[in-house]
T-cell receptor, first 115, second 116 residues
Framework: DAGVIQSPRHEVTEMGQEVTLRCKPI?????LFWYRQTMMRGLELLIY????????DSGMPEDRFSAKMPNASFSTLKIQPSEPRDSAVYFC?????????????FGPGTRLTVT | GESVGLHLPTLSVQEGDNSIINCAYS??????FIWYKQESGKGPQFIID?????DKRQGQRVTVLLNKTVKHLSLQIAATQPGDSAVYFC???????????????FGAGTRLAVHP
């Protein structure tokens, strides 16, 4: 299995531009999570989906952030307009049923720099 | 991706020594705990987990201890190797109340530096 795939791996953009981060979860996993990691705040859960439906978006910072999961194999996290304080590493993770194990499998992350 | 940077607590050990990484969790209702390892440039990777009805679990070179009385979790790494150098995160699962979903909350992390 290829694991969780994220693209791009690095993104540099100017303030005010739209940024779209992409994620392909592990095939068969029905939960998908978006996290943000910064030095100041550590690893923060932004939103997660179950069977393509958003379940908890309480971690989304503000209306500039939106996430979609149009099908079981693809999700996007969009920031519009982007700001310098959005600079962080964004991780996507996926997991299977939340039963015996809650292990989440993380992608390699997208390092976003907003200048 | 990059691991969290400069302001993490750091544990420095000599190669071959045993390492103990500690974590205090917040919610007495948490029923499941995971330790993750994050190497530079990579996403967090599962190491070992433990349920709240256990107080100890062993894996290959790693042991997790759970003390629910003081809400404390530790990860012990035996015979630490240079490849163990990374940031280690504990995570607690908070079960839902009256329906809803589980929530995994990550700690701030500890950097382990292994010296030859």
């Amino acid at each position: 299995d290829a694991g969780v795939i994220q693209s791009p791996r690095h993104e540099v953009t100017e303030m005010g531009q739209e940024v779209t981060l992409r994620c392909k979860p592990i095939s068969g996993h029905d939960y998908l999570f978006w996290y943000r990691q910064t030095m100041m705040r550590g690893l923060e859960l932004l939103i997660y989906f179950n069977n393509n439906v958003p379940i908890d978006d309480s971690g989304m910072p503000e209306d500039r952030f939106s996430a979609k999961m149009p099908n079981a194999s693809f999700s996007t996290l969009k920031i519009q307009p982007s700001e310098p304080r959005d600079s962080a590493v964004y991780f996507c993770a996926s997991s299977t049923r939340q039963g015996a194990s809650y292990e989440q499998y993380f992608g390699p992350g997208t390092r976003l720099t907003v200048t | 991706g990059e691991s969290v940077g400069l302001h993490l607590p750091t544990l420095s050990v000599q190669e071959g020594d045993n390492s103990i990484i500690n974590c205090a969790y917040s919610n007495s209702a948490s029923d499941y705990f995971i330790w993750y390892k994050q190497e530079s440039g990579k996403g967090p990777q599962f190491i070992i987990d433990i349920r709240s009805n256990m107080d100890k679990r062993q894996g290959q070179r790693v042991t997790v201890l759970l003390n629910k009385t003081v809400k404390h979790l530790s990860l012990q790494i035996a015979a630490t190797q240079p490849g163990d150098s990374a940031v280690y995160f504990c995570a607690e699962n908070i079960p839902p109340r009256r329906g809803g979903y589980n929530k995994l909350i990550f700690g701030a992390g500890t950097r382990l530096a292994v010296h030859p």
